[in-house]
């Protein structure tokens, strides 16, 4: 049995440690235990008061006392103070250790995303507990084909992940293909599932993603129910899910429980203002810059007019109001809930109105600011809203320098890189590219329930059709 001496070795400097001397039928029980870990009344009621209860009885051993205890025979020092910082309580006496699980620490209630809001959905979001989340998707899915496998990253965090399936569905590749690079991870700590996402990425370079992050429960388990595999991190309020394709970034779990009709023209605005955000602005650049004869006379008089006292080049304009925008964005999001809001509809309308007034941008442009800012949140998942405030910058300067032909090229280089990006190994331009006429249906237009019969092909699921219910007679 390891000494208690090298534990405490280890341990020393640490002042939330807890040492104290239990008596239990006439034998003195050596008790450790973080308390920043183990709350104090869950030590009271589980720890003290089951011993007390045995104060009275012949001592036997602490195993008897704890049937749910693991008895400590092998463990090294570094394996048991490991156990220390995940929760457990450690009891010793003379001749035997045992550790109890008494994890307790506070965490975050159920509450909707104010991530990613939901309409109509279910208003539950995902916490910063690994063992609410995982029981928010159970709760889903009461199937014994549902299995999970932990793993622990971080050389120092020491934390746990959970990578969760359904077995008859999930192909054996994919879970294996996650499996394996969570193993490979050697960073010192991980705490969210972005950081998750760019390990198990293919390209983690690139600036497009991959995987999908989410905090919903409901669209994780529609995910899984098509062979997907989600991957869960403790202490962090979303899931990376995978593989994916570029189409699915565009959806959001409002989308399966709205009438199909309306899912489909909400999606088809989605791709629409994903390349209208994209686009517009740069062509502004463009068409000002070197392509002023394809505007209508009173257009070009009309936006010539708004330029007038405006010293600088369209292409640092664009740039200026873009840079202006992304500040008061970023800063509304750091403040406070009611302040954020306060300032973000203030900021943008002092200072569009002042800096018109000043001759630093056009009234034109302004406006399509306006609606190229509207226009980022369209898109079903913020994972694609963060690329695109990105790629809005190249296009610009790609506009300002070779117009329009500048736009063809940096809009080539997007498509060759997304279409060479792979999520877990299958194509991010799936189902278009390879083409899989099974997937095509629901890509942009969402078809009724009844007619979704199979699977996506992109998850290369062990069973393609769907088990679908037979009507009662």
Same mark, same amino acid.
């Given at each position: 049995?390891?000494?208690?001496?090298?534990?405490?070795?280890?341990?020393?400097?640490?002042?939330?440690?807890?040492?104290?001397?239990?008596?239990?039928?006439?034998?003195?029980?050596?008790?450790?235990?973080?308390?920043?870990?183990?709350?104090?009344?869950?030590?009271?009621?589980?720890?003290?008061?089951?011993?007390?209860?045995?104060?009275?009885?012949?001592?036997?051993?602490?195993?008897? /006392?704890?049937?749910?205890?693991?008895?400590?025979?092998?463990?090294?020092?570094?394996?048991? /103070?490991?156990?220390?910082?995940?929760?457990?309580?450690?009891?010793?006496?003379?001749?035997?250790?045992?550790?109890?699980?008494?994890?307790?620490?506070?965490?975050?209630?159920?509450?909707?995303? @104010?991530?990613?809001?939901?309409?109509?959905?279910?208003?539950?979001?995902?916490?910063?507990?690994?063992?609410?989340?995982?029981?928010?998707?159970?709760?889903?899915?009461?199937?014994?084909?549902?299995?999970?496998?932990?793993?622990?990253?971080?050389?120092?965090?020491?934390?746990?992940?959970?990578?969760?399936?359904?077995?008859?569905?999930?192909? @054996?590749?994919? /879970?294996?293909?996650?499996?394996?690079?969570?193993?490979?991870?050697?960073?010192?700590?991980?705490?969210?599932?972005?950081?998750?996402?760019?390990?198990?990425?293919?390209?983690?370079?690139?600036?497009?993603?991959?995987?999908?992050?989410?905090?919903?429960?409901?669209?994780?388990?529609?995910?899984?129910?098509?062979?997907?595999?989600?991957?869960?991190?403790?202490?962090?309020?979303?899931?990376?899910?995978?593989?994916? #394709?570029?189409?699915?970034?565009?959806?959001?779990?409002?989308?399966?429980?709205?009438?199909?009709?309306?899912?489909?023209?909400?999606?088809?605005?989605?791709?629409?203002?994903?390349?209208?955000?994209?686009?517009?602005?740069?062509?502004?650049?463009?068409? =000002?810059?070197?392509?002023?004869?394809?505007?209508?006379?009173?257009?070009?008089?009309?936006?010539?007019?708004?330029?007038?006292?405006?010293?600088?080049?369209?292409?640092?304009?664009?740039? !200026?109001?873009?840079?202006?925008?992304?500040?008061?964005?970023?800063?509304?999001?750091?403040?406070?809930?009611?302040?954020?809001?306060?300032?973000?509809?203030?900021?943008?309308?002092?200072?569009?109105?002042?800096?018109?007034?000043?001759?630093?941008?056009?009234?034109?442009?302004?406006?399509?600011?306006?609606?190229?800012? !509207?226009?980022?949140?369209?898109?079903?998942?913020?994972?694609?809203?963060?690329? =695109?405030?990105?790629?809005?910058?190249?296009?610009?300067?790609?506009?300002?320098?070779?117009?329009?032909?500048?736009?063809?090229?940096?809009?080539?280089?997007?498509?060759?890189?997304?279409?060479?990006?792979?999520?877990?190994?299958?194509?991010?331009?799936?189902?278009?590219?390879?083409? #899989?006429?099974?997937?095509?249906?629901?890509?942009?237009? =969402?078809?009724?329930?009844?007619?979704?019969?199979?699977?996506?092909?992109?998850?290369?699921?062990?069973?393609?059709?769907? @088990?679908?219910?037979?009507?009662?007679?």
């Amino acid at each position: 049995m390891i000494k208690v001496e090298d534990i405490l070795l280890n341990m020393q400097d640490m002042d939330d440690l807890v040492k104290k001397q239990v008596s239990v039928a006439n034998k003195n029980i050596l008790v450790l235990y973080l308390k920043t870990m183990v709350s104090a009344q869950t030590f009271e009621s589980f720890i003290i008061q089951t011993m007390n209860r045995k104060q009275n009885e012949e001592y036997c051993n602490l195993k008897q /006392i704890f049937p749910s205890a693991v008895i400590v025979t092998n463990d090294t020092a570094d394996e048991i /103070i490991e156990s220390l910082l995940a929760g457990f309580t450690l009891l010793i006496d003379q001749n035997e250790m045992i550790k109890v699980d008494t994890y307790s620490v506070q965490f975050r209630s159920i509450s909707p995303s @104010e991530f990613e809001p939901t309409v109509q959905g279910p208003q539950d979001s995902l916490t910063e507990s690994l063992e609410t989340n995982l029981s928010l998707v159970r709760r889903r899915l009461r199937s014994p084909h549902l299995k999970t496998k932990f793993f622990t990253i971080g050389n120092e965090s020491k934390t746990s992940v959970c990578v969760m399936y359904m077995e008859n569905i999930a192909n @054996e590749e994919n /879970i294996s293909f996650v499996s394996k690079r969570l193993k490979n991870i050697t960073d010192n700590a991980i705490f969210s599932g972005l950081t998750l996402a760019e390990f198990l990425s293919d390209n983690p370079i690139s600036p497009y993603p991959q995987l999908r992050t989410t905090g919903h429960p409901e669209l994780i388990a529609r995910m899984l129910l098509d062979g997907r595999i989600a991957t869960f991190i403790d202490g962090a309020p979303d899931c990376v899910v995978g593989p994916i #394709a570029f189409q699915e970034l565009f959806i959001t779990s409002d989308d399966y429980i709205r009438h199909w009709t309306w899912s489909s023209v909400i999606k088809i605005l989605r791709f629409i203002g994903f390349y209208v955000s994209l686009l517009l602005t740069s062509s502004y650049v463009s068409v =000002l810059t070197y392509h002023s004869e394809m505007l209508p006379p009173r257009l070009l008089l009309l936006i010539a007019q708004s330029r007038l006292q405006v010293p600088i080049p369209p292409v640092l304009e664009v740039l !200026l109001i873009e840079v202006i925008l992304d500040v008061i964005r970023e800063s509304s999001s750091r403040m406070p809930t009611r302040i954020g809001q306060s300032l973000g509809i203030v900021g943008a309308i002092v200072t569009g109105t002042a800096a018109v007034d000043a001759g630093l941008f056009s009234n034109v442009l302004i406006v399509l600011a306006s609606m190229t800012a !509207l226009m980022v949140g369209l898109p079903g998942s913020p994972n694609i809203t963060f690329s =695109l405030l990105f790629m809005r910058y190249i296009f610009i300067i790609f506009a300002g320098w070779l117009g329009m032909f500048g736009q063809f090229i940096a809009l080539t280089f997007m498509l060759i890189q997304l279409l060479n990006l792979t999520s877990l190994g299958t194509p991010l331009f799936a189902p278009v590219i390879p083409r #899989a006429w099974s997937d095509l249906r629901d890509s942009i237009i =969402l078809f009724p329930q009844k007619w979704r019969t199979k699977r996506m092909a992109i998850s290369r699921p062990k069973q393609m059709q769907k @088990e679908m219910g037979k009507e009662k007679k």
